[in-house]
């Protein structure tokens, strides 16, 4: 036998061994896959029918808003109930559903707090589904891999929901991507989400491509190339199913040009895709007084009384350090003037969880380590009215959060008559900071040393000069109130709306 039949008889020996060694594997691969099939089928069959008897018992289609944190007192809070209410007054034949994982409250409790927080009244009844795992999309219980965590989390979570209560139409108005593909594929439902801030960004991208040390990119991490290297792989892998992921809703809303921006380039649904402004409680602010040079001269009187305030959420992203920080600067330069005038930091928020009050709690320590004991103030979870007497009385509104996705704290202070002081960057920058009727509405910052010659600046203003800022600012904030966002919503939610049968 020639070297080349022996060489044929060993490829077709080795051919046979392979078929007999895949062969198996092919046939449990394609039974596994058939399996897999048959069994969403069944759970898409089992969850219609729950969702048809529901309808025959209501009589009426059924719209349900994914948000585990309702009964905290953010922006994005404010949406959901501003979103109910507009539903309510356009389709009071429909009935709504939160998902919420606030367990030591009752509905009753839930509705009372968003009237008092936000002075949103809602005109018809809300049912809740309470979630007893919302610790799954905790931060805390991830402390590495953070993101892919509480996105596998927030799965289980949605399906959580998706047992208890099948709807008609499914919003996703907290940001929980990898819910959508679950209530459209298994629930059979529509799908649309608002998004306040995408889970990952080209921006996060760029910070870890380019080794620059932030609030989540730690500095161990960012010195390190190898495991900058790492991170970013990871990134990148879990920006590919993230895209994939929101690609499943029907109808996307974004808070501002610059979620637009990267929602586009992750999601790739641009047709689908629209900008709806959060409401904001513009006209709420507009009975607050914006004084001429003199009337505030006279206000003041001879010790001028100066308050810094800031809105915001105590979450690590928002930078309260920042504040304190470039406060403490300002206030060093003008030691000398603590004769004629008084100088506070007044910092309002919500703390949605025993992590956000512990970092309340080390935000104290700094401002005692820096000496600004009696110039900081904490107001956690404020009522509405507080918090309009307090921007009432303040000289500028700080926020110092990087790439802000939009900053409702920013519009609110500018109705008020705050001279704005903002993060140059995100939201902020693009859509609320910008200059109206050919004059500035604000100024922008980018860090410590910005911020306190920033303040500084607007103090030294004219009062003049600062109450023209203001009527300025507060002009422009008209294009985020209510009735805008309501509007807005509306327009873009109309298409699903119409699908519901009645």
Not at 297 to 313: D, F, I, L, P
Not at 373 to 385: A, D, I, K, Q
């Amino acid at each position: 036998m020639s070297g080349h039949d022996q060489l044929v008889l060993c490829l077709c020996e080795f051919t046979r061994l392979l078929w007999k060694l895949l062969l198996p594997l092919v046939l449990l691969t394609v039974f596994l896959v058939a399996v897999l099939v048959l069994l969403v089928a069944g759970l898409r069959l089992w969850f219609q029918s729950n969702r048809n008897a529901r309808r025959a018992r209501d009589g009426r289609p059924t719209v349900a808003f994914f948000h585990p944190y309702c009964n905290a007192g953010g922006g994005g809070e404010r949406v959901l109930w501003c979103a109910i209410r507009a539903l309510q007054n356009r389709y009071p034949e429909v009935n709504i559903v939160v998902y919420t994982g606030d367990q030591d409250v009752t509905g009753a409790q839930i509705l009372d707090g968003a009237r008092r927080r936000f002075n949103v009244a809602l005109p018809g009844p809300v049912e809740f589904v309470f979630l007893a795992h919302r610790v799954l999309v905790e931060p805390g219980l991830f402390p590495h891999f953070t993101l892919l965590g509480q996105s596998v989390g927030s799965v289980f979570l949605g399906w959580d929901a998706l047992v208890q209560c099948v709807p008609d139409l499914y919003v996703d108005s907290m940001g929980y991507a990898f819910t959508l593909p679950l209530f459209r594929y298994l629930g059979g439902c529509s799908v649309a989400s608002y998004v306040h801030y995408p889970t990952i960004s080209t921006d996060m991208l760029s910070v870890v491509s380019e080794r620059n040390p932030r609030f989540n990119n730690a500095d161990y991490i960012s010195n390190n190339l190898f495991l900058s290297a790492a991170k970013l792989v990871y990134y990148c892998l879990f920006a590919v199913l993230y895209g994939a992921a929101g690609s499943c809703s029907h109808l996307v809303m974004v808070n501002s040009s610059w979620t637009l921006d990267h929602i586009l380039a992750l999601w790739r649904a641009r047709d689908r895709t629209s900008v709806v402004y959060p409401p904001c409680a513009v006209e709420h602010f507009l009975d607050i007084p914006i004084l001429d040079e003199d009337e505030e001269e006279e206000e003041r009187g001879k010790h001028r009384r100066y308050s810094v305030v800031s809105v915001a959420q105590f979450r690590p992203e928002k930078d309260h350090r920042l504040q304190i920080r470039a406060f403490k600067k300002l206030a060093d330069r003008r030691v000398g003037l603590q004769a004629e005038e008084s100088l506070r930091l007044v910092l309002i928020g919500g703390c949605r969880n025993q992590e956000d009050q512990d970092r309340v709690l080390m935000l104290r320590g700094l401002c005692q380590e820096l000496g600004l004991g009696e110039r900081v103030e904490f107001r956690l979870n404020v009522p509405f009215e507080e918090l309009k007497r307090e921007l009432g009385g303040a000289t500028i509104g700080l926020h110092t959060m990087w790439n802000e996705h939009f900053g409702i704290g920013v519009v609110e202070c500018m109705a008020a008559g705050t001279v704005v002081l903002a993060h140059k960057s995100g939201g902020p920058r693009r859509d609320i900071v910008v200059p109206f009727e050919g004059g500035p509405t604000g100024f922008l910052a980018e860090d410590e040393d910005g911020f306190a010659d920033a303040m500084e600046r607007i103090l030294r203003l004219a009062p003049g000069q600062r109450a023209q800022i203001r009527r300025r600012a507060r002009q422009s904030a008209a294009r985020f109130s209510d009735r805008e966002f309501e509007t807005c919503f509306l327009a873009a939610m109309e298409p699903l709306m119409n699908t519901l049968e009645r």
